[in-house]
């Protein structure tokens, strides 16, 4: 009986002799090809390759009696396999709901967009603050610091900067996807209760509908999702890049604006002592655990004030170059992004967390006796952005390709529905043409999504 994967790592053995079948074209990796102290790399090597390629099923092929001297391979496999278990939840649960906010934005929203204005901090400092656990340390400063420059926060930071007695100028939110339970509503609101009327709210433009029910007020920015650009440029809109992150979405609105330097306050990338959040935090209870699973971390958070998923943990060099740090692979990935930037922009990174590598690493107290008083810019609300032809081209698309096979949908289209169908496409076992059937159905779905929720 043969079974059908997307690759095999073969060991000693052709896997056609165990009935392991391929789909067509798929690849296999002889891994005692390799010297024995590059075999792990290799098969790390080929993994990544195979999930570049869409391919979520491998095998490890070997003879009825085993490879003893393969044990590491099993390892690689065993870690592969269980991280993409993980990644692909995590994918499908934040995927699935974001074509039908960026609709109902369109359709309903009156958008101005804060990315319009340019320069307007014009070599200013600004203060962008996270809600990591080095805020509570930081956060008796944060006065002192708004009346050298603007204090953009992320949602999530608010009450802890409240606890401190400063009212954002800018609060930033980037949630359309961690707001999916039945709390959802609560959880938004909870995020803009008491805001101050003196602070302007700053939303992605996928933001969960309950954060832009719960701010009286708000401009937008660009969002995350690479596939959405085309129809945002349609409108005149400048991206804002920032993968994702609440927190480096704040520090790219901040170097958007010309701010200079960017000064980086409880943005942690790590769970100091199994610490999550600041204690000020509505979040302030959750705390990590790391589980050793087959040689890798696997981190669970514990607290009653939000679910989050288990994720895969690993060790970063910590601020201040001494040690290390808890933090995951998305945390690194964030790292890097302020890295990025921090080639063209001054970013400065106050104490606690997960060193940011190209930052000014330096204290909050030194980074304020240090700059000079100039006053704080106001900026004025931005134009309104006109989606109508943005509504235009999703229905004509719509319209013109209902029915078509995915391989001739331009990649936008494909981008608003189609990300969550393949993962769970996958995950059921779908291959060749079961595999293009169930994409072409969601492409359907989609068509439909878009001519009822713009034309309906």
Not at 63 to 79: A, F
């Amino acid at each position: 009986m043969s079974v059908e994967v997307d690759a095999i790592l073969a060991c000693g053995i052709d896997p056609q002799e165990l009935g392991v079948a391929l789909d067509e074209g798929s690849p296999w990796l002889p891994v005692d090809a390799f010297e024995p102290d590059a075999r792990a790399t290799a098969a790390k090597e080929f993994l990544k390759a195979t999930i570049r390629t869409g391919g979520l099923r491998v095998a490890v092929a070997e003879p009825e009696e085993g490879c003893p001297d393969y044990p590491e391979i099993h390892r690689v496999v065993d870690q592969h396999m269980m991280k993409l278990e993980v990644d692909q939840l995590t994918v499908i649960e934040k995927a699935s709901q974001v074509a039908q906010y960026f609709l109902r934005a369109i359709r309903d929203r009156e958008m101005r967009f804060a990315t319009t204005h340019r320069n307007p901090l014009r070599g200013r400092p600004a203060f962008v603050v996270a809600a990591g656990p080095s805020l509570d340390l930081t956060g008796p400063l944060l006065a002192q610091a708004q009346e050298l420059g603007p204090v953009i926060a992320t949602n999530t930071s608010l009450k802890a900067c409240q606890a401190f007695s400063v009212e954002p100028d800018y609060l930033v939110s980037v949630e359309s996807r961690d707001l999916t339970g039945a709390d959802a509503e609560s959880t938004a609101r909870s995020h803009f209760d008491g805001v101050a009327s003196s602070t302007q709210c700053v939303l992605d433009i996928v933001a969960h509908p309950h954060n832009w029910e719960a701010c009286a007020d708000r401009w937008c920015i660009s969002t995350s999702e690479p596939y959405l650009l085309p129809y945002l440029l349609d409108m005149g809109v400048e991206p804002t890049v920032y993968l994702g992150s609440v927190a480096c979405a704040a520090a790219a609105l901040a170097i958007q604006w010309g701010a200079n330097p960017v000064v980086l306050v409880g943005q942690d990338l790590g769970y100091p002592g199994g610490r999550v959040y600041g204690q000020h935090t509505p979040f302030g209870d959750i705390t990590a655990e790391v589980e050793e699973r087959n040689g890798v971390q696997l981190i669970h958070f514990k607290g009653e004030s939000k679910r989050m998923n288990s994720t895969w943990g690993t060790m970063a060099p910590a601020w201040g170059g001494e040690g290390e740090c808890l933090s995951t692979y998305n945390f690194v990935q964030f790292a890097h992004w302020f890295e990025v930037a921090s080639r063209t922009h001054c970013i400065i990174n106050t104490e606690g967390g997960v060193r940011i590598d190209g930052s000014i690493e330096l204290p909050l107290a030194r980074v304020l006796n240090s700059l000079t008083r100039t006053g704080v810019p106001l900026i004025e609300p931005p134009p309104m952005a006109d989606a109508g032809r943005v509504r235009e081209r999703l229905l004509a698309e719509a319209k013109r390709y209902h029915g078509q096979r995915c391989t001739g949908v331009p990649a936008p289209l494909l981008g608003l529905f189609v990300t969550p169908a393949a993962l769970i496409a996958r995950k059921e076992g779908l291959t060749g043409q079961d595999f293009l059937d169930a994409i072409t159905a969601a492409v359907d779905t989609g068509c439909e999504v878009i001519k009822e929720t713009l034309d309906g």
